[in-house]
Every structure is written in C-alpha cells, then in structure tokens.
T-cell receptor, first 114, second 112 residues
Framework: KAGVTQTPRYLIKTRGQQVTLSCSPI?????VSWYQQTPGQGLQFLFE???????NKGNFPGRFSGRQFSNSRSEMNVSTLELGDSALYLC?????????????FGQGTRLTVV | DAKTTQPPSMDCAEGRAANLPCNHS???????VYWYRQIHSQGPQYIIH???NNETNEMASLIITEDRKSSTLILPHATLRDTAVYYC?????????????FGAGTRLFVKA
C-alpha cells in the first residue's frame, strides 16, 4: 500500500512570505501529526489532526497553522516566514483511534527560507 | 519535554548485537514505549513498541524492565545500514491523541 506522501519535497521561500505544505496519509488513517526538525532543536511536535479537528498542539507561534480535510489529507501553513523556519517538516499518519499501532512518517518537506 | 533519556551516541561492530538503552522513569501505566530510527534526511521509521512484556519482530527485540522505568532495544546482528539515530519515546494511547515528544535520540554508528 502507498505510504505517507508529502509535497513538495523541497521548497525555497523568502522571508516574509507564506508557505503551504501538504501531507497525504496512508489510506484509512485518520490522524495526521506534523513535526519540525532542525539541527539545533531536533524533532519538535507541531500539532495533530484527527477527523478534521486539531486534537493536540505543540508550543509553536500562531504563524504555524494547519487543517485537515474530509479525506484526511492535511496541510500546514506558515505565514510571515522567518530564517529560523528553515527546517525539515515531517508528517506522520496513524489510525488515531485508541489502538496500539505505529505511526508512519513521510519523507518530509525541506523548507529553506532566504 | 521528552520523557526519555538516551545516551547521545554508541558504536557497534558489524555483525554484533547493538543494545540501545533508554530511561523512562516517569512512565505511567497508560504509556507505551516506542522505538523509531531515522536515517539521515529521511522520515523516522517505526521499529517496535511495547507496554510491559518483551517484544520481538523481524527488525529488533524490546526488553522492558519489570518496573517499566527503562528499556533496551536490541538489534541482534547490526549491519552498516543500521547506522542511524534511534529514538525512544513514550506514548499515551488512552488519550486518543498522538502527541509524541521526541528526545535527542542515540546516534548509533555501526562499524565494519
């Protein structure tokens, strides 16, 4: 079966711009979580969506937002980009119900802000 | 904050067993121990998870102490392709959410 798909794989943006990243989860998975990974901070949790609702949120400013569609695909948006937003953005999908299965990660979108 | 503590790096000879320790002394009864690994610039890959019993799959074995305050991931015959950062995390599945906090992980170097 198809894995988690993130698009685009690479992106270069200018400070002040906004960006939208997309994540298509594994078929049947209803939970999508987003992470930011930088060399200095490691993997940091951004937020999690389940059935179109944000269920958990990390400690990121309001410039970082997301949404989930009825087909479970999710997008995250970063507005007013800063140089420090340069990172690998990863999403993970899982069934999201109270089961004990694993979450599968996509390959990530590498965002460079110049 | 991450609820786990791991050594920053470890070495292992190719073909030998790699034993990666993890401390999770504040783990609660509802929390599972999960292990992921990340090969450079790729998304983390699920390895194994467990609650209190030892677990084994085709990739690895997970040994959890009786008090559940620590665990060890065992790669029985490490290969060069096992060189990666290994993350031990605890995950409360009873909340219905997946708010997983990753620590710094252990960078495993498998040497020929």
């Amino acid at each position: 079966k198809a894995g988690v798909t993130q698009t685009p794989r690479y992106l270069i943006k200018t400070r002040g711009q906004q960006v939208t990243l997309s994540c298509s989860p594994i078929s049947g998975h209803r939970s999508v979580s987003w992470y930011q990974q930088t060399p200095g901070q490691g993997l940091q949790f951004l937020f999690e969506y389940f059935s179109e609702t944000q269920r958990n949120k990390g400690n990121f400013p309001g410039r970082f937002s997301g949404r989930q569609f009825s087909n479970s695909r999710s997008e995250m948006n970063v507005s007013t980009l800063e140089l420090g937003d340069s990172a690998l953005y990863l999403c993970a999908s899982s069934f999201g119900d109270r089961d004990y299965t694993e979450a599968f990660f996509g390959q990530g979108t590498r965002l460079t802000v110049v | 904050d991450a609820k786990t503590t791991q050594p920053p790096s470890m070495d292992c000879a190719e073909g030998r067993a790699a034993n990666l320790p993890c401390n999770h002394s504040t783990i609660s009864g509802n929390e599972y121990v999960y292990w992921y690994r990340q090969i450079h610039s790729q998304g983390p890959q699920y390895i194994i998870h467990g609650l209190k019993n030892n677990e084994t799959n085709e990739m690895a074995s997970l040994i959890i102490t009786e008090d559940r305050k620590s665990s060890t991931l065992i790669l029985p015959h490490a290969t060069l392709r096992d060189t990666a950062v290994y993350y031990c995390i605890v995950r409360d599945l009873n909340t219905g959410g997946f708010k997983t906090i990753f620590g710094a992980g252990t960078r495993l170097f498998v040497k020929a």
